[in-house]
């Protein structure tokens, strides 16, 4: 445990010397780089810089700034904490990034993250032809509200509906619509998938929902045992809501619809439970095959 004395006879001084403090420790204690950084140099940036509210674009500038006493205890105390404790870094910041989208989250809910993001960068082109024409969007499985807001942005015309199961999910989601200010266009609804959605159809469904296989679930790094399980496992293939969005979201898409589900890598698991069905599995900069899309007639 770093102690009062320890912090004001420790010879860091400047930004440059408590991230290199900083992946020393991430490294000795071995954490799990999996919540928005690809290393341990960019986790400990990401904490440093973020922690001492500094914008990613001006590090340069202060890279040799020295800290404060007072800066260097909360920031030794949240080193601590990351590397040994394996709390995530956006949980002990309560801030996560996404397509350069700075979103609120805590341990209510899960982390953002979402290959579904960057497709949403482009309008979910070519199979939206025209994002002005799209005026329904479901974000089902919403967690922290992130996907439903950079659709209302990428769809400018359309009303959101950001559903989770999570009343904890929601009030974080609450706080996320409103510093986007996006009240007037999304409306949070607490339902189990579709239950509460009625008649509802939609020109868009996306979700990111949980899909960790059983077997994953058991061997989680420690890091993941921080977010809420409710977020994160779905039986022992993780298909469980993905079975369920297959079976219902037909009912909720216009003619014209389309459904995109992130399912992380369980293309296989998918394409053995609906042999017949066309996915088509969408690209992103690094991964393949982690989103698929379907449209209303491609549903079974």
């Known amino acids: 445990m770093i102690t009062d004395h320890d912090v004001y006879q420790c010879r860091l001084q400047t930004i440059r010397d408590v991230i290199r403090y900083a992946m020393t420790q991430f490294e000795i204690n071995n954490i799990f780089c999996g919540h928005g950084c690809a290393d341990t140099y960019e986790e400990a940036y990401f904490l440093v810089l ?5 914008n990613f674009e001006d590090s340069d500038r202060f890279w040799d700034a020295r800290v404060s006493n ?5 920031l030794l105390d949240r080193i601590e904490k990351r590397a040994v404790e394996k709390i ?4 002990l910041l309560q801030e996560a ?4 989208h700075p979103f609120y989250c805590d341990e209510r809910v899960i982390i953002p993250r979402s290959y579904i993001a960057e497709l949403l960068k482009d309008e979910l082109a070519p199979w939206v032809s025209n994002a002005d024409n799209v005026t329904r969007v479901l974000d089902l499985c919403t967690g922290s509200g992130c996907l439903g807001i950079l659709a209302a942005e990428v769809f400018p015309n359309a009303k959101v509906d950001c559903v989770d199961i999570s009343q904890d999910a929601l009030d974080v989601a609450k706080i996320n619509v409103e510093r986007y ?3 007037d266009r999304i409306e ?3 339902s189990d998938l579709f239950n509460e959605l009625g008649d509802r159809q939609y020109d868009v469904i996306i979700s990111n929902p949980p899909y960790v296989t059983q077997e994953a679930m058991d061997n989680l790094p420690a890091e993941y045992r921080h977010e809420p399980a409710l977020a994160l496992g779905a ?5 469980d809501i993905v ?11 216009t003619n014209k619809g389309v459904m995109v589900v992130e399912v992380g890598d369980g293309k296989d698991a998918c394409e053995a439970a609906y042999p017949k069905v066309p996915f088509t599995w969408l690209a992103t900069e690094n991964e393949d095959a982690m989103v698929y899309l379907l449209r209303k007639d491609e549903l079974p």
Do not use: C, F, V
């Not at 079975?243 to 898409?253: E, F, N, P, S, V």
């Open 50 to 54: 973020r922690s001492l509210r500094l």
């Open 70 to 74: 007072a800066e260097l205890k909360m």
């Open 88 to 91: 995530p870094t956006p949980y």
């Open 97 to 100: 990034w996404l397509t350069e």
């Open 181 to 183: 200010g996006m009240q």
């Open 188 to 190: 949070l609804i607490k």
């Open 235 to 239: 039986g022992d293939d993780g298909l």
């Open 243 to 253: 079975r369920r969005l297959m079976t219902d979201a037909k009912a909720h898409l």
